[in-house]
Nanobody
Framework: QTQLVESGGGLVQPGGSLNLSCVVS????????IGWFRQAPGKEREGVSC???????????YYVDSVKGRFTISRDNPKNTVYLQMNNLESEDTGVYYC???????????????????WGKGTLVNVSS
C-alpha cells in the first residue's frame, strides 16, 4: 500500500500563506495523479486541487473555484513530492488538508474523494486572527 505524509500546516492570519507538502512512498509516484482535499469541522471532505501524473496538452492542474488564483499545485517527481502553495488565505480555508492518489489523471477536474485510492493522515490549517 502506498503511504502519503502531509506536512506544512499551521496557524496563519487571514491574508497569509502556507506551503503544504505531500511525500509519497514507493517507486510508482510517477504514475499517480495527486489530489489535495480538505475537511472543515462539521463538514464533508471536499476537493481542492489535483495534478496529473504527466502534462497532457499543456494542462495538468485543476482547482475548485474557491481557490483559483490563490492556490498553486506542483510536483517534484525525483522527490516523490507534491506541493500546495496557498496564498491570501481566508478563514474559510481552515480545515484538515489531505493528499490522495489516483491512477494517471485527474480526469479534467478535481475528483471526488471516492475516486481516490490511498490517503495521508492530514495536516491542520487554521486561518485565524
Amino acid at each position: 500500500q502506498t503511504q502519503l505524509v502531509e506536512s506544512g500546516g499551521g496557524l496563519v492570519q487571514p491574508g497569509g500563506s502556507l506551503n503544504l507538502s505531500c511525500v509519497v512512498s514507493g517507486d510508482t509516484f510517477n504514475f499517480y495523479a495527486i489530489g489535495w482535499f480538505r475537511q472543515a469541522p462539521g463538514k464533508e471532505r471536499e476537493g481542492v486541487s489535483c495534478i496529473d501524473s504527466i502534462d497532457t496538452n499543456g494542462r495538468s492542474t485543476y482547482y475548485v473555484d474557491s481557490v483559483k488564483g490563490r492556490f498553486t499545485i506542483s510536483r517534484d517527481n525525483p522527490k516523490n513530492t507534491v506541493y500546495l502553495q496557498m496564498n491570501n488565505l481566508e478563514s474559510e480555508d481552515t480545515g484538515v488538508y489531505y493528499c490522495a492518489t489516483k491512477m494517471y489523471y485527474c480526469s479534467d477536474y478535481v475528483p471526488p474523494p471516492g475516486a481516490m485510492i490511498d490517503w495521508g493522515k492530514g495536516t491542520l490549517v487554521n486561518v485565524s486572527s
